[in-house]
């Protein structure tokens, strides 16, 4: 069993469960619901209902690497094309910790979830 890439797994499915719970109760409620457009102040029934479902596909993309992360992490050693994609997971969560550190200054807690998880997938695929 490789320990990193389970805590990654928690870690990351946690961040997911998180992500749609919160967003929905302090993003996605208090939108604006006026019918008038943006310009109006508010947003259209289009674009909140694209911007929920776009919101909560992104959790369910999460939950899904979380499960590719629970798969290799129960294996006792991996193969040079698991190392691969786990490598390719690694760089994507480490990006996405830049973009969430500097799009946010810093402020949103998000980059340091990114940041562990890019680090132990990285580590945990070795």
């Known amino acids: 069993m490789n320990t990193y890439l389970i805590i990654a ?23 604006p619901r006026r019918e008038d457009g ?6 259209s029934r289009g674009m909140r209902s694209t911007l929920r ?7 369910v993309l999460g939950g899904g690497i ?8 129960r294996m006792d050693a991996l193969a040079a094309d698991q190392a691969a994609v786990l490598t390719i997971l690694a760089i994507t969560f480490l990006i996405s910790f830049l973009v969430a550190l500097v799009g946010s200054r810093g402020r949103h807690p998000s980059w340091a979830v990114f940041l562990i998880v890019a680090l132990l997938v990285w580590i945990g695929a070795r």
């Open 66 to 73: 979380a499960a590719l992360f629970f798969h290799y992490g």
């Open 53 to 59: 479902f776009t919101w909560h596909l992104t959790s």
């Open 9 to 31: 797994g928690v870690l990351t499915a946690l961040m997911a469960l998180v992500h749609s719970v919160l967003g929905e109760r302090m993003i996605l409620l208090p939108l």
């Open 38 to 43: 943006p310009g109006r102040g508010g947003l």
